[in-house]
């Protein structure tokens, strides 16, 4: 059983920085992809970031490529999104997703389908 836990967000100006935690609840960390996904107002929701914990093989979307690093701890079962030069673009509330190794292989790992398990959000608004 997963659970999932957003913490570190906030409101910040134009080309600043912020960092998203994700808290992971699991007896079976290290075998799972977790993605970050933000969601704007009226807008769909949309990946950001992606790691495999026992590889951590990265993924992201274009839009945030160079701007974003996801990253983990495996010794406190913990996921981080490093944001900068963040852009007003980049506001919505953010979540974290994952997906256990037994459901397999994402097709991409970026699409809202591929995950079943969400946390409850973390608003980031950069105005």
């Known amino acids: 059983h997963v659970q999932l836990v957003e913490s570190g967000g906030g409101l910040v100006q134009p080309g600043g920085s912020l960092k998203l935690s994700c808290a992971v609840s699991?007896?079976?960390?290290?075998?799972?992809?977790i993605t970050w996904f933000r969601q704007a107002p009226g807008k769909e929701r949309e990946g950001v970031a992606s790691i495999a914990i026992h590889t951590t093989a990265t993924n992201y979307a274009n839009s945030v490529r160079g701007r974003f690093t996801v990253s983990i701890d495996k010794d406190k079962d913990m996921m981080f999104l490093q944001m900068r030069i963040l852009q007003p673009e980049d506001t919505g509330t953010y979540f974290c997703a994952a997906r256990p190794w037994d459901e397999g292989v994402p097709n991409d790992p970026l699409r809202v389908p591929e995950y079943n398990i969400w946390g409850q959000g973390t608003q980031v608004t950069v105005s």
């Open positions: 699991t007896s079976t960390y290290s075998g799972i992809r």
